[in-house]
Every structure is written in structure tokens, then in C-alpha cells.
């Protein structure tokens, strides 16, 4: 015969604390995924104020080489306001040479450095946690750095020795085309070589022009440089300009561009604006993530915070350039990736951000004085 046994007072105890432990684990365990990744999410975000406070300084030192009076405290706002722009806050910031090796610091006042060819920018972030408050971790500090060099354009610009604006962009990351010519997502990489000595069959690119507006390309009317379509392309522009920047679409035939792309720059280094948003207007903040409207089509800006500096094989734009654009040589070739249209080149020397376009040094009333073509580079 069995009989019933009531739990004694040590048994429901023990059964609270293992209760109480398992809670711990799982509030623990909650604790790491929420606040983990909130805390990668704000990692990014200090990673990205860090790179544009580090462009931000590289283009006062740009502005410096190129015969303006700029000081300390001139960098010192550039960085801070980026920072800000991105709500994080400078840490310790230097001036660096072009190996690197830091200079001197930022914020000490007087003249840049003379040595200084660029910034290396500390930011630092500061954050609500959620769950881990409840375990005494109210904040949490994210940290990140970021280097950007500034300097004189070597080799390769042919015009004006400060290449030009070709007014047609890609899109960050560049995409191809699926069978339709509409945007899909490339299955190769561009190459990118050092020099226009390095260019070969072999390491040729293809980037396709989709039909698709903002998905893949955008054909630009580039801000001060006036003309229409074909006459910004027979006389590129080198009006300076800073990025990230906003640029209005350029309506018109660009079918009937082609031989003026080609007569005038195959075999040349030109300048490609690489969009990474489009709106119907300019966010009042002026940054991208604000646009109420990313709309699709004609009639928008794009957003361009970095160009690239491509050496033209040729150009096919006519439309009805199927087999020219999807056959050797360049790549990628993603099973003939429906283009219509596309250049063929060599992206040399990656990607260029900031300060761009020609500024003289010449004193005020000298003619007979060096035009320096200076840009800025997010190097790490």
C-alpha cells in the first residue's frame, strides 16, 4: 500500500532556488542577445562617425595643401562637428604622415603639423542598456577609429591633370543585372589595380548600366558645371567639390552619348560618382537616412559620398549592346548578366572621398603658379 509524502520545507526550497537560478541564466541569457546586439548596432555607428570625423579632418589638411590658411582649431571643428553629426564624441585624435605614424595631437592649437598628411580619428559612443541594467551595467561605451589621408592625386588624371566628373553613377555596391536588365546582386567582385600599367584583359571590369533608375545607375546633372548631358561629357568638369554631396539626375537621350564617351576618354582615367541613396529632395539634415522619399525613375538626387577612379576600355550605351556586355573581355559575368549597356575599364586605386577637383594655390593676382589636384582617402 502506498502512501502519499507531503514536500517538506527543505525540498521547496531547494526547488526555489534552482528556480531562482534558472531565471538568472535566462535573464542572462536574454540579457546577451538584446543588449548584444544593441551593442553591435552601435558599434557600427561609431565605427562610421569615426570614419567621416577622419574625412572630415583629411579635407581641412586637403584644403591646407592647397594654399588655404587652415589651423588646429580649424580640423579640431571639422572633427568634432562630424562626430557630433553621428552622436558620438572625439576621443584622443592625431595627426598622422602618410606611413601612419602619428605626428602630433589634435586639439594641442597653433599650425597643423607640418609633416601632417592626414587624421586618425578616435570616437567614443555612450549607450542605455536594457536588460543589462538590471545587473548594475546601466551604459555601455562603444569605441572605434578610423584613418584618412589627404594629398596631391599622382599619375594617371588626364583631364586637365585632374581627371574629370564622367556624370553617370553606380550604385555602393555596384550591381549587375538579372535577364530582364534589371538590378540583382553581382556574384563576382570588380578588380581594383594600382595603376593604369596594371590594366589587362584579364582584370578588366564590366559594370552594367540597369535600366532600372536608382537600382543600378543614375545619369547626373553635375552641380556648376552647366550644359546638358552630352556637353558635360565632351568637356568633363573639375569644379571642386566636397563629398559626400548631393546631385540632381540629368534627364535627356543618353543613347546618343556613346561616341562622345568613347572619342573623348577610352584609354583615360575619369572620375565615377558612387551613389549609396536617392531621394525626390535634399533631406534638411542632408543625410541620407532622413529622406522621406527614396523615390524610383527621373527627376532625383543622389547621394555620393565617394567616386572612383576608372580607366575607360569603352563605353556601350546605346541600349542594344547585349553581346558587347556580356562577353570577355571583364567580369563579372554571372551567366550573362542581361546588361544592355555598360562600361568596360579598370577601377585604379579604389575609392576617393572627400575634397575633389582642382584648387589653386596660386597667391592672389598669380597666374603663373601649380594647380594642385588634391583628394582625401579613408585608408583604415
Not at 86 to 111: E, K, P, Q
Not at 124 to 149: D, E, H, K, V, Y
Not at 195 to 204: I, K, Y
Request: charged share 10%.
Amino acid at each position: 500500500m502506498s502512501r502519499l509524502r507531503h514536500r517538506g520545507p527543505r525540498e521547496a526550497g531547494q526547488a526555489i532556488v534552482i528556480m531562482a537560478v534558472s531565471m538568472a541564466v535566462i535573464l542572462g541569457a536574454t540579457a546577451v542577445a538584446i543588449d548584444g546586439g544593441n551593442a553591435m548596432a552601435q558599434q557600427r555607428g561609431t565605427q562610421n562617425a569615426a570614419d567621416a570625423a577622419a574625412l572630415a579632418g583629411a579635407v581641412v589638411i586637403a584644403q591646407k595643401f592647397s594654399g588655404a590658411s587652415k589651423t588646429d582649431a580649424d580640423v579640431v571643428s571639422a572633427i568634432t562637428s562630424a562626430f557630433a553629426e553621428n552622436s558620438s564624441t572625439m576621443d584622443a585624435t592625431y595627426y598622422v604622415d602618410f606611413a601612419h605614424n602619428r605626428v602630433g595631437g589634435v586639439g594641442l592649437g597653433g599650425a597643423i603639423p607640418s609633416d601632417a598628411d592626414g587624421i586618425e580619428a578616435n570616437g567614443l559612443r555612450s549607450f542605455n542598456t536594457f536588460l543589462a541594467s538590471m545587473i548594475g551595467q546601466p551604459t555601455w561605451t562603444a569605441g572605434a577609429t578610423a584613418t584618412a589621408l589627404a594629398g596631391v592625386w599622382q599619375g594617371g588624371c588626364e583631364v586637365a591633370h585632374g581627371c574629370g566628373i564622367l556624370p553617370v553613377s553606380f550604385s555602393i555596391p555596384i550591381i549587375t543585372c538579372d535577364g530582364t536588365n534589371q538590378p540583382l546582386r553581382p556574384g563576382g567582385e570588380w578588380t581594383v589595380i594600382g595603376s593604369p600599367s596594371q590594366a589587362t584583359a584579364a582584370n578588366e571590369s564590366i559594370v552594367p548600366l540597369c535600366s532600372t533608375g536608382p537600382g543600378g545607375v543614375g545619369w547626373l546633372d553635375v552641380p556648376n558645371c552647366g550644359g546638358n548631358l552630352a556637353q558635360q561629357i565632351s568637356t568633363l568638369c573639375n569644379v571642386a567639390s566636397s563629398l559626400p554631396m548631393w546631385v540632381p539626375s540629368q534627364t535627356g537621350d543618353v543613347n546618343n552619348v556613346e561616341n562622345v564617351i568613347n572619342d573623348n576618354y577610352a584609354g583615360s582615367i575619369v572620375l565615377i560618382p558612387m551613389f549609396d541613396a536617392t531621394c525626390r529632395d535634399i533631406p534638411s539634415s542632408g543625410l541620407p537616412q532622413d529622406c522621406t522619399d527614396p523615390g524610383d525613375g527621373n527627376n532625383l538626387y543622389y547621394h555620393i559620398p565617394q567616386v572612383a577612379q576608372f580607366l575607360l576600355d569603352r563605353a556601350y550605351v546605346q541600349g542594344n549592346n547585349f553581346p558587347e556586355c556580356n562577353q570577355s573581355p571583364g567580369t563579372p559575368l554571372v551567366g550573362g548578366n542581361g546588361s544592355t549597356s555598360c562600361l568596360k575599364g579598370w577601377f585604379v586605386n579604389g575609392m576617393i572621398t572627400g575634397q575633389i577637383g582642382e584648387f589653386t594655390a596660386c597667391p592672389p593676382g598669380s597666374d603663373d603658379c601649380a594647380v594642385p589636384v588634391v583628394g582625401t582617402q579613408l585608408v583604415r
